[in-house]
Nanobody, 126 residues
Framework: QLRLVESGGGLVQSGGSLRVSCTASGFRLDEYGIGWFRQVPGKDRGWVACMNSGGRGARYAESVLGRFTISRDLDKGTMDLQVNRLKSVDTGVYYC???????????????????WGQGPQVTVSS
């Protein structure tokens, strides 16, 4: 069974940091691009960041550029999103995803991704 199991998330103060992670089961994270999405209250799930299958070419949404970092560890089979300088508008449910394509498109649609994690909650208090 192909799965992404998420961990991390939680409650953090504005300006703080945390890491959200996913562990892949049944597949490798260098077969296709990987990405992160989030759903903030009152909005549809939206693209946050992605990386191509070669582990390069990371792209970020304008709202998180310079604060969030996507990474992966092929030996551990994990992908991470490090989130720094958090703001209240970053509150939401964060989803990891494994792609259908080798590349990474800016503002990639959900259709570019096939396997999804369950989405831990990140809450930023002011």
């Amino acid at each position: 069974q192909l799965r992404l199991v998420e961990s991390g998330g939680g409650l953090v103060q504005s300006g703080g940091s945390l890491r959200v992670s996913c562990t892949a089961s049944g597949f490798r994270l260098d077969e296709y691009g990987i990405g992160w999405f989030r759903q903030v209250p009152g909005k549809d799930r939206g693209w946050v960041a992605c990386m191509n299958s070669g582990g390069r070419g990371a792209r970020y949404a304008e709202s998180v550029l310079g604060r969030f970092t996507i990474s992966r560890d092929l030996d551990k089979g994990t992908m991470d999103l490090q989130v720094n300088r958090l703001k209240s508008v970053d509150t939401g449910v964060y989803y990891c995803a494994d792609g259908r394509l080798s590349g990474c498109r800016r503002s990639a649609p959900e259709e570019d991704f096939e396997i999804w994690g369950q989405g831990p909650q990140v809450t930023v208090s002011s």
